[in-house]
């Protein structure tokens, strides 16, 4: 994947991690922007946090460079990179005041005491907390411990600011709002941010670019918009949103057979015959507007609806997809005005220019 | 292509503070190498050298077994220490058991009195038996009565040791039983299982590392101990007290060398045992587990208050003997209270001076080894880089567990007495002593502060990293003083056993930095038992007194640090 025009700020080539006989990375190539927001998405275990803390130089990799700003970082130890962090467990100082936590990286820089004073107080500004710096962290709650370190790793303006999971140690309410936070505050400032996630709704929600990896490598890079709808590969697919997967053949170029139909797809590619997999989000999956000649339109059966508040999640069968269901979002309107439940029949109608269609 | 590739590996470059700690870690190794390594593999060299110092083989090991007055030794230690250990670790067991499992009262008073025979050298006991049943002791008859002849001999050895053994098992014990998971005996309950089967099935088995555990200590500490069997061993003649004479009387080393490498066998095997215990200990309790509570019964709670109240005063019987013996005008003939052994025994004998240089052992040993300790911990499991040296330097850090004083002190003599060492000028001075004392009792320090640096973030130094701090600023400023509970408790042990410690120093001590410890010794040579239950009394009653003191030091931090600790 290309990175838009210009000069990367960071770019990471060939990198590869060893642990022992275990591959934890395999030939990573990325390059971000100046001021871009990069999420690393995927799940436990697909080597994203390794990479991050490669960037950061708490870990060697095995292969591979990375330059940042022009600068050949590869070999320097952490101290001698330009990076600010935010780990998972925040790792406030527990015995420093806020104050303190916050000026903790300040005072190495030899900078006169109210020059000190004054950044940090624009620091506690800047992430909203001005009231109380002269608290321990441990009387804090979690989002604002939370901000406490974001606002020590950007004490010292680094050109790199490094989030390990910030936020999932916090519950679902704060989590929401902080993402929003920490996302406007990265506009704010312009400040190249990297973000390591395992949560897909946090990665679409905030970040410019995402990185989709699993079993180490590099599945898919771009934006929320291209990952959710133009995906990669299965895997990502299956990663990102809901999806249905249905098994088909190839008909030829751009048509796809499941069952008794046969639809047109511009992502089907391969030989006639071929066995194929199209996967296809439960939005692209319409109750209307249907009318008399639209292609693609099906016959169902509601098998389940499961209620999830102002719509709902229903599953249907529909007759000549072999058995395959489906899953569609419908609003608890249409179903009520409709006087749709289990077993009633209903017509559907497919997009199928939204379906992505991957060898089996 | 890609083989080139993968054989061009990555090295960071290492930043200079980076390059301090380093150098703090090779210093480290290099004096524990000095302290520890040195003097262990003299003693090997040494049992294979002959008087002159010329290789001999297996010479010196063919001539012990030829002699039947070294392996009678060998067989009394082995089967008094036996003895002990099956009193010992079941008695201990019932009174953990009923400390952890039962509602009975007065658990603290229970815990504090088993304990305080830790407070005091292990021949106080050896002392207070004399008293008890010795020549002119108050129950001799009975013990007559019963078929024992004589308490100096393997009666009393077994007698001292089980009584000053007992809270190193008990300590042991308690925290074994202390891991109990409630749910275990709810769900035993739930299926209407008998006391007795849930005893077998879950409480038996749950505690059997700690058993082990209590069994190989107790083996280990007993077999290695010296003042005991110098005390209250008549001619019964053990291990322990062969080296000192092979050694000391004899200036036989390479036999001296042969009979340690005998007391470091078992106390070797114990340390492994132990170290494969305590992983697995550790990672039988999850998490989630749910601390089990008693439930109050009162029989069987009548039944536990009973037998702590026999064992506890059983325990006061020998530790008030020797306070009383103390001061008495002149056992057994007139017992009217006196202060002649005080006076007379320590002060006109001119002994105090032995008192204030054991105070000076303790309070220097507490300090540098707490300093040394922390700071070896820390470097080993904070810093980054230079990791070929980690494994070398936690060998070095468990190894003292594994040496009983007698060893390490009598490797001391071998090494900083042989005239081409350049260390050669410690030799007989108060130094040797502190270095000795703390490499003797390092690993439990060590693990104290590894535990308390564990459970700190592990990403402060990753942090400080990236806002360019070195690590030594972040030391000084969060590690250290979130640590200070830890440091306090590092430095009481150290004291403590600096001020009761015999077995190592006892080959170590000059004219001039003679201690209270070894002056007991003395005074029961010299026949003045009377001034020896003196000086183990004011050793007991120092150690109390820096115990009180730690405890109010550790009072005042708790209310400095307070403000961050408890959240409002």
Request: proline fraction near 5%; hydrophobic fraction near 50%; charge should be positive.
């Amino acid at each position: 994947m290309s990175s838009p025009q210009g000069e990367p700020y960071l770019r990471l080539e060939g990198i590869g991690k060893n642990f022992g006989t275990f591959t934890a990375l395999r030939d990573i190539r990325l390059e971000v922007p100046k001021g871009e927001f990069v999420c690393f998405l995927g799940p436990s275990g697909c080597g994203k946090t390794t990479l991050l803390r490669i960037i950061a130089g708490l870990e060697v990799q095995s292969a591979g460079t990375i330059h940042q700003g022009q600068r050949d970082i590869s070999a320097l130890p952490p101290a001698q990179r330009d990076y600010g962090i935010v780990f998972q467990s925040y790792a406030l100082f527990p015995n420093l005041s806020i104050f303190d936590n916050v000026a903790y990286g300040l005072v190495n820089r030899r900078a006169g005491r109210d020059a000190i004073r004054a950044r940090v107080g624009e620091l506690l500004k800047l992430v909203g907390l001005s009231g109380s710096p002269a608290k321990y962290p441990s009387q804090l709650s979690g989002g604002e411990q939370q901000r406490i370190a974001l606002a020590r790793a950007l004490a010292t303006s680094p050109g790199l600011l490094l989030l390990d999971e910030p936020l999932s140690a916090l519950d679902a309410i704060v989590r929401v709002h902080l993402r929003q936070e920490i996302r406007s505050l990265q506009q704010r400032l312009g400040v190249t941010t990297i973000m390591v996630t395992h949560d897909q709704e946090e990665a679409l929600s905030m970040a410019d670019r995402i990185v989709v990896m699993n079993h180490g490598v590099i599945d898919q890079i771009g934006t929320p918009m291209q990952v959710y709808r133009e995906p990669a590969t299965p895997f990502v697919a299956d990663f990102v949103g809901k999806v249905n997967m249905l098994a088909g053949t190839v008909e030829s170029a751009g048509r796809i057979r499941v069952g008794s139909y046969s639809f047109a797809c511009a992502s089907c590619g391969g030989s006639p015959g071929r066995s194929a997999r199209a996967y296809l989000r439960p939005e692209d999956i319409v109750a209307r507007p249907i009318e008399a000649g639209d292609p693609n339109v099906i016959d169902a059966t509601i098998d389940k609806i499961e209620f999830l508040g102002s719509y709902c999640l229903v599953r249907v069968m529909a007759s000549g997809l072999e058995g395959q269901p489906l899953t569609v979002y419908l609003s608890l309107n249409y179903l009520s005005e409709m006087g749709l439940e289990r077993g009633s029949p209903m017509k559907l109608r497919i997009l199928a220019e939204r379906m992505r269609v991957f060898d089996a | 292509m890609s083989a080139v590739l993968a054989a061009a590996q990555i090295r960071q470059r290492v930043h200079w503070s980076d390059r301090v700690g380093h150098l703090a870690m090779a210093a480290l190794a290099l004096a524990l190498a000095a302290l520890l390594a040195g003097p262990l593999l003299t003693i090997l060299a040494q049992s294979v050298e002959g008087r002159k110092g010329e290789f001999v083989g297996l010479k010196n090991f063919v001539a012990y077994f030829g002699t039947p007055a070294l392996l009678d030794s060998l067989w009394n230690s082995v089967w008094t220490s036996l003895v002990a250990t099956a009193v010992v670790v079941p008695a201990a067991f019932a009174y953990a058991y009923a400390l952890t499992r039962s509602c009975m009262p007065w658990k603290g008073a229970f815990r504090t009195v088993t304990l305080t025979p830790l407070l005091a050298p292990s021949l106080l006991a050896a002392i207070s038996f004399i008293f008890w049943f010795g020549n002119q002791g108050v129950l001799k008859g009975w013990m007559q009565a019963l078929g024992i002849a004589q308490i100096y001999g393997a009666p009393g050895i077994i007698l001292a040791q089980i009584f000053s053994v007992f809270p190193h098992a008990l300590m042991i014990l308690i925290t074994a039983l202390s891991l109990a998971d409630a749910r275990l005996y709810e769900a035993a309950d739930s299926l209407g299982t008998s006391r007795k089967r849930k005893f077998f099935t879950i409480t038996l088995p749950g505690a059997k590392y700690g058993l082990a555990s209590a069994a190989m200590v107790t083996f280990t500490l007993v077999i290695t101990d010296f003042g005991i069997p110098k005390v209250i061993g008549g001619n019964f003649n053990v291990l322990a007290t062969d080296v000192f004479k092979l050694v000391i009387g004899q200036q036989d080393f390479p036999r001296g060398a042969v009979v340690a490498l005998f007391l470091l066998a078992p106390a070797l095997l114990t340390f492994g045992v132990d170290r494969i215990v305590q992983r697995k200990q550790t990672s039988m309790l999850t998490t989630r587990a749910v601390p089990y509570a008693p439930k109050p019964s009162r029989g069987y709670d009548i039944a536990m208050t009973a037998y702590c109240v026999v064992v506890t005063l059983l325990m006061l019987a020998v530790l008030g003997m020797a306070i009383f013996a103390s001061f008495v005008k002149f056992w057994p003939y007139d017992v009217s209270f006196s202060l002649r052994h005080y006076v007379y025994g320590i002060v006109d004998g001119g002994v105090d001076v032995a008192f204030v240089n054991s105070l000076t052992l303790a309070a220097w040993t507490a300090l540098a080894g707490t300093a040394l300790v922390f700071a070896g911990a820390y470097l080993m499991e904070k810093t980054r880089g230079a990791d070929w040296l980690r494994p070398a330097l936690q060998l070095l850090a468990l190894l003292p567990m594994a040496v009983p004083g007698l060893v390490l002190g009598l490797g001391y003599i071998f090494f900083f007495n042989a005239p081409h060492n350049p260390l050669n000028f410690l030799y007989h001075t108060m130094a040797i002593l502190v270095l000795c004392t703390v490499v003797h009792f390092y690993t439990t320090g060590h693990l104290t502060a590894v535990t308390a640096l564990k459970a700190l973030d592990a990403e402060f130094e990753s942090v400080s990293a990236s806002l360019k701090v070195p690590f030594w600023k972040t030391f000084w400023r969060v590690t250290l003083p979130i640590c200070t509970p830890a440091l306090v408790d590092i430095s009481r042990y150290f004291f403590i056993n600096a001020m009761t410690t015999i077995s190592a120093v006892v080959f170590l001590y000059s004219p001039e930095t003679k201690l209270a410890s070894i002056a007991i010794l003395n005074f029961d040579e010299a026949g003045e038992i009377g001034a020896a239950a003196a000086m183990a009394v004011l050793i007991a009653a120092a150690s109390l007194a820096a115990c009180i003191v730690y405890l109010g030091i550790g009072w005042l931090i708790d209310r400095r640090t307070q403000a961050w600790r408890a959240p409002k």
